[in-house]
């Protein structure tokens, strides 16, 4: 079982950028795809991020597309999520998630194991 840890959360203004980091237990985590997705007050969680496996392939929502980047170190068990231009409406916990297959995905249905979420707070 892959246990996940996300860090570098926290408070910046509008048009600043954040790295969030997500740590992954265990000898698997190269063979899986990896998501971030996103939850704000009120609202159902959405879909942020996903990378495959292998690095090589990385999809996108079309609110965050051209902003944010996801990214691997299989060897460093780390998947990243750079976020730049943040807008107040990207306010939201985060969560990394671990899909259940190579390649990563939309739906949170395909993911097996989630991290605890780091708030990300932009300031208008």
């Known amino acids: 079982q892959v246990q996940l840890v996300e860090s570098g959360g926290g408070l910046v203004q509008a048009g600043g950028s954040l790295r969030l980091s997500c740590v992954a237990s265990g000898r698997t985590f190269s063979i899986y795809g990896m998501g971030w997705f996103r939850q704000a007050p009120g609202k159902e969680r959405e879909f942020v991020a996903a990378i495959k496996w292998t690095g090589g392939g990385t999809d996108y929502a079309g609110s965050v597309k051209g902003r944010f980047t996801i990214s691997r170190d299989n060897a460093k068990n780390t998947v990243y999520l750079q976020m730049n231009s943040l807008k107040p409406e990207d306010t939201a916990v985060y969560y990394c998630?671990?899909?259940?297959?190579?390649?990563?995905?939309?739906?949170?249905?395909?993911?097996?194991?989630w991290g605890q979420g780091t708030q990300v707070t932009v300031s208008s």
């Open positions: 998630a671990k899909s259940l297959y190579g390649s990563g995905g939309t739906r949170s249905q395909t993911y097996d194991q």
